[in-house]
């Protein structure tokens, strides 16, 4: 019987998995190509600016800013119905890349466009580590 309340956990590919391994170790990483230095996210098997196949991974800073951003109001997941209200972001890190995640640890009606956010990392399962941002410190306001 499959338990409803558990938060589902992505499915690794071949493709994301260095990207999942990585978050279980704390860390956030994205791809670079190799031959126009181009990062991009989310994890492909190619780059999208030169299609050359040459990618490495790269550790990310694990901050940005907040590009937009919605408050669920009603959870999308019962395993969520006690996180609610939550905000839910695309978050537009330094390395130029946009990441789509959760805003956590953090008063809800502080979350703004524009406000700096750095990289938290949330152990979900035994398996499954989820890379999500909170604000930053509001001197880097």
Same mark, same amino acid.
């Given at each position: 019987?499959?338990?409803?309340?558990?938060?589902?956990?992505?499915?690794p590919?071949?493709e994301?998995?260095?990207?999942?391994?990585?978050?279980?170790?704390?860390?956030?990483?994205?791809?670079? #190509?190799?031959?126009? /230095?181009?990062?991009?996210?989310y994890p492909?098997?190619?780059?999208?600016?030169?299609?050359s %196949?040459r990618? @490495?991974w790269?550790e990310s800073?694990?901050l940005?800013r907040?590009?937009t951003?919605?408050? #669920?109001r009603i959870p /999308?997941?019962p395993?969520m119905r006690?996180k609610?209200?939550?905000a839910?972001a695309?978050i %537009?890190?330094d @390395?130029?890349v946009r990441?789509?995640t959760?805003?956590?640890?953090?008063p809800?009606d502080?979350?703004?466009?524009? /406000?700096?956010?750095?990289?938290?990392f949330?152990r979900i399962s035994?398996?499954?580590v989820?890379?999500?941002?909170t604000?930053a410190h509001?001197?880097?306001?």
């Amino acid at each position: 019987m499959t338990d409803t309340t558990a938060r589902p956990e992505p499915a690794p590919t071949a493709e994301t998995r260095p990207y999942w391994e990585a978050a279980a170790e704390g860390r956030l990483v994205i791809q670079r #190509c190799r031959d126009c /230095a181009r990062h991009q996210f989310y994890p492909r098997g190619f780059c999208t600016a030169c299609l050359s %196949d040459r990618l @490495e991974w790269v550790e990310s800073a694990g901050l940005g800013r907040i590009y937009t951003f919605t408050v #669920c109001r009603i959870p /999308a997941h019962p395993s969520m119905r006690d996180k609610v209200p939550y905000a839910v972001a695309v978050i %537009d890190l330094d @390395e130029g890349v946009r990441v789509l995640t959760d805003i956590v640890d953090c008063p809800i009606d502080q979350v703004r466009i524009g /406000a700096r956010v750095e990289v938290r990392f949330e152990r979900i399962s035994s398996t499954c580590v989820l890379p999500q941002f909170t604000l930053a410190h509001l001197e880097d306001q």
